[in-house]
């Protein structure tokens, strides 16, 4: 899933090539991904693109005639073309969901791999009119995020850390792969609770949300879309690798499963080198 950094490359990269154009042709090949119908998709068609924004992990191309909001879920992705192929959008299993052509020819495909179908696009005159929007909570990164807005945030909740990072709610844009590396960085247990952490561990948790933020935007920073996946998994240090070696200490990272995802940690960086239950407590961490 395309996470803070990667969202905010997008976002770059669509400000330097979308900025200024106007949308000749935009056409869905998955109904379901459209979550609005007022206004029609069609009515951005003539529209230019005056900025790109991010919202948490939403893409938001703002026109005159609307905003074209995308979130790309967990499977999907941005697939910019210079020229657009010119085979008719047909509905059907492909991954692609929309394709948006300029008045130049280029633009981009919306794809999405796999059956679960999550990608979700809105047309809207207002943003807090996208639900997902309309309860995000801080941007962690944000210049003006201070660490006493994070102990706010964390006190008295007796929520575990792992939990906390990606809910949307609560901070914006940090999801299943960097609150990995967060707590990595951190050397903290993603079943600790946020509650009970001291005030030093708090200064610790928050120095490497925003370290870890900082690096990876940098790396993502002026790459085209087709080279962030692949930019994103070498930067990881344990999240993607478990049975590997941790970089730090040399443990090897482990992994719990519960629900619908998996996470990773180094036992001997997070947990005083002791195996994290994967099972009852792992429900606890949503």
Same mark, same amino acid.
Request: aromatic share 8%.
């Given at each position: 899933m395309p996470e803070m950094p990667e969202v905010q490359a997008l976002v770059d990269f669509l400000g330097e090539h979308a900025v200024g154009r106007a949308v000749a042709s935009i056409r869905l090949a998955s109904i379901s991904a459209l979550k609005t119908f007022d206004p029609p998709i069609s009515s951005l068609e003539g529209a230019v693109v005056e900025r790109v924004e991010r919202h948490g992990k939403f893409l938001d191309l703002v026109t005159p005639a609307g905003h074209l909001v995308f979130h790309l879920a967990r499977a999907g992705w941005l697939r910019w073309y210079d020229a657009v192929p010119t085979t008719p959008v047909k509905p059907g299993r492909s991954p692609l969901a929309l394709r948006l052509r300029f008045d130049d020819g280029s633009g981009f495909d919306l794809t999405e791999a796999g059956t679960k179908k999550s990608l979700a696009v809105y047309v809207v005159r207002e943003t807090s009119e996208v639900p997902g929007i309309a309860r995000l @909570? &801080?941007?962690?990164?944000? &210049? +003006?995020?201070?660490?006493? +807005?994070?102990?706010?945030?964390?006190?008295?909740? !007796?929520? *575990?850390?792992? @939990?906390?990072?990606? +809910? *949307?709610?609560?901070?914006?844009?940090? @999801?299943?792969?960097?609150?990995?590396?967060?707590?990595?960085?951190? !050397?903290?247990?993603p079943y600790a609770l946020a509650a009970k952490l001291t005030p030093e561990q708090v200064d610790t948790l928050y120095r490497a949300m925003r370290d870890t933020l900082a690096e990876a935007r940098a790396a993502a920073a002026g790459r085209p879309p087709a080279d962030l996946k692949d930019a994103k998994r070498r930067g990881m240090q344990v999240h993607g690798r478990t049975g590997e070696a941790c970089p730090v200490c040399g443990d090897t990272v482990r992994q719990v499963i519960f629900a619908d995802s998996t996470f990773q940690y180094c036992p001997t960086c997070q947990t005083g080198g002791k195996p994290l239950a994967d099972r009852v407590l792992s429900r606890l961490v949503k």
């Open positions: @909570g &801080p941007d962690p990164s944000a &210049p +003006d995020f201070t660490l006493d +807005d994070f102990a706010a945030i964390l006190a008295g909740r !007796r929520t *575990q850390v792992k @939990g906390l990072l990606r +809910d *949307q709610s609560v901070f914006a844009g940090i @999801g299943n792969a960097y609150s990995d590396e967060i707590l990595h960085a951190a !050397r903290m247990s």
